[in-house]
């Protein structure tokens, strides 16, 4: 209804694409440039990136105040988040924000804190994805085929340790035998949360048109309706 | 705590076992005759069998009231299941009666009544498939390896159009490409209803323990702990 | 996104505002009358209405496949309603009509049939509620006051036999020492539900701001993203 | 089927019983000393009391190894409780531990760990409370009446600031005008939560027979089929 942009944030770790050469070759902007890129094509979203090796590690209280979606990419250096990175993360769910978090994020310490799971699974490196659809009436689903190919990506498997999903909107297939809730929304606070498996570094996924168009509506389905300034509150009579 | 055996109806359509000579030799005592035959090995339970044949379908209400779990496999004719018959079993389901519906029986008119979606999905003969258990910590799930492999099964696919599940315990993985929810809970009034999606008529696959585990598990998952003469019904003040 | 308006129907029984005088008085248009006026009052939707005693209950196909979100009030001749009548909405559900549900018609055959239970429930004329907020970051929850104060209400109490809802929105406090789930939502093919317990013919509930806003939000999350022409198929390779 | 006994703990803080004399004469044994003697009275359980002044906070791995389910009442001291305990119990949950948290134990650091969410919610001293049974095919409302009255509680009032539940059991109605989601499972690796607001510490609530029984209920639905020495852990092929 407003004519405000989302203000999206994109969070990178920023390390594997600085320091192979193979990967800098897929993601000469780092992944997050490429994330920037295809949502800078929505009129009605405005993008601030940030990386890990920035001051307080990109993240600020004032930025998250002004931010409506995190997108969070993450891998080598989960364990350098600092306690007060995921607080200030975590208050910001809290208070409406949304998170997307992609491929290896799901062990990031922010999701392990804000899902209260171990976020353990089985996973193994150079297989192949078919995607699939199962909640199809979900917003992040729209103009989503029934199944999007991969041709490359890490199989990550079953036994994915996460709370019950508020929603399972894509099932994984992998050809070396493997199945995996790829898709998955959580709500905590007044906050909306949606992981996203696909995205392994070593591979162009996020440049796939599908891949494209599920983030960029996710980041619409995050989006809070009211970003309010501080986390839920106690209140006495 | 009670002595009470459990009492397991098993309500088979048993026609392909009789017309077509390559299933009889799979299933000599109809598909009801194998899943007896193992669930009689749980001291537990006790065991009744009847058949679309039957007067009144096999089901009438006396024999529902002495029911605690209803096992049902159906599908050559899913049509001439009557409107009485469903709503025996329906009463029954909301009176606490549990209902496992096995492989083609998600089309059984009953599991549509109970579920209010079209429960249709998509599939194809001549796969195998990988069952995977994606909720280690339900009771149906307990004693099952993480992965069974069944080396003939039908297809089924994803989208399967069912409400969202109380819980998804196992996924499939098919050799062709595709996933399946494949083992899902939903509750409908004072009643707990499983469908489990193996046992294509085609292949022996209620003869494999793990299937045979996971189908008594379920039994004693959806007994009722206390099983009413009637549904639910509106009170005034 | 679109500039189309959505196009919502409103089915109203319609006996109760002729046949008894002082029901006519609060609603003298309707209550159909009185969902118009405050829905029309948004630019972004356009209202048709339809009643029981019209040409095929007020439903054709053509109606509803032009139709994408359909709200029912029905109470005194919930029975009358044919089959027909009931496999048009549903379908119509299934293919992505968002359906809103208000107070009685929670136990109309159309919402037995999509949800599966008995729709029964506990009740008591006269009383007072309190509306609480219990999941303040829904769309259907935004601009709502913690608290809506319904002075004079019908009570509807638990046990309410519904499934487990997708979420429960709102939770009723009634005077008289009740509680219900007064605002729950759930899927059912492409096809969003809400169902609102508020509005009892007796007092001008749909005539409170708050109860207005929350009808409208409901509409705007009901909406489909994509009105299917038809319910989901099987899919055979 | 086996017939080892259910090792329960229970950890009570076990400050207003020796603080404050009103309480003291309430729960002259600790409130743990209450739910030690009812829940004896089930053959099935064995019961360990421990508490906050005691070594390493009463919590130490080798007990949690050998609980089956943690009882936990804490509301003075919550912040008291160490990194290193809130690690060992959410370690234990995650491995299959039960948990039962009572009353203000919501706002303990282990289930803000355990949900992700603030736990927040709104309060009020001196009310009363009819507790009202929302699922009673849960396994925790076996034998409980429609409506449980206690005669003095706190008043805890929505917004409930907890992650989507996995089931609601029991919502609370206040004399003074709210409601609660008074009774809440959650399920967090092998480990499942079940949350129960009544039991404040200036009114004799677990001397009602009915609370005794739903916590005992509570107990045998939250022991583990089998207890894990470890949490989930990642799997590499």
Not at 6 to 23: G, Q, S
Not at 96 to 112: C, E, F, P, T
Not at 157 to 165: A, C, K, L, S
Not at 180 to 191: A, C, H, L
Request: aromatic share 8%; glycine share 6%.
């Amino acid at each position: 209804m407003s004519t405000r942009k989302l203000r999206v944030t994109i969070w990178n770790e920023y390390v594997h694409e600085r320091e192979i050469p193979a990967i800098r070759e897929i993601y000469p902007e780092g992944i997050h440039g490429c994330l920037r890129r295809f949502l800078s094509q929505d009129e009605s979203i405005s993008v601030t990136c940030v990386t890990l090796d920035m001051p307080h590690q990109g993240i600020t209280r004032e930025l998250l105040n002004n931010t409506d979606v995190l997108i969070w990419w993450s891998h080598a250096r989960q364990d350098d988040i600092t306690d007060e990175t995921v607080q200030l993360v975590k208050d910001a769910v809290h208070s409406g924000m949304g998170l997307i978090a992609l491929h290896s994020a799901h062990y990031s310490r922010i999701m392990q804190a804000l899902l209260g799971t171990t976020m353990t699974l089985h996973w193994r490196h150079g297989d192949r994805e078919k995607l699939w659809c199962v909640c199809p009436a979900h917003p992040i689903a729209q103009g989503i085929p029934a199944c999007v190919d991969i041709p490359e990506e890490e199989m990550y498997g079953e036994v994915f340790d996460i709370p019950r999903p508020d929603d399972v909107i894509f099932i994984g297939w992998f050809a070396g035998g493997e199945v995996f809730r790829s898709g998955v929304t959580f709500t905590r606070g007044m906050g909306k949360i949606f992981y996203f498996q696909p995205g392994h570094e070593e591979a162009p996924v996020y440049e796939q048109p599908e891949i494209q168009k599920i983030i960029t509506n996710a980041v619409h389905w995050a989006a809070p309706a009211c970003r309010q300034d501080a986390p839920p509150q106690n209140i006495a009579d």
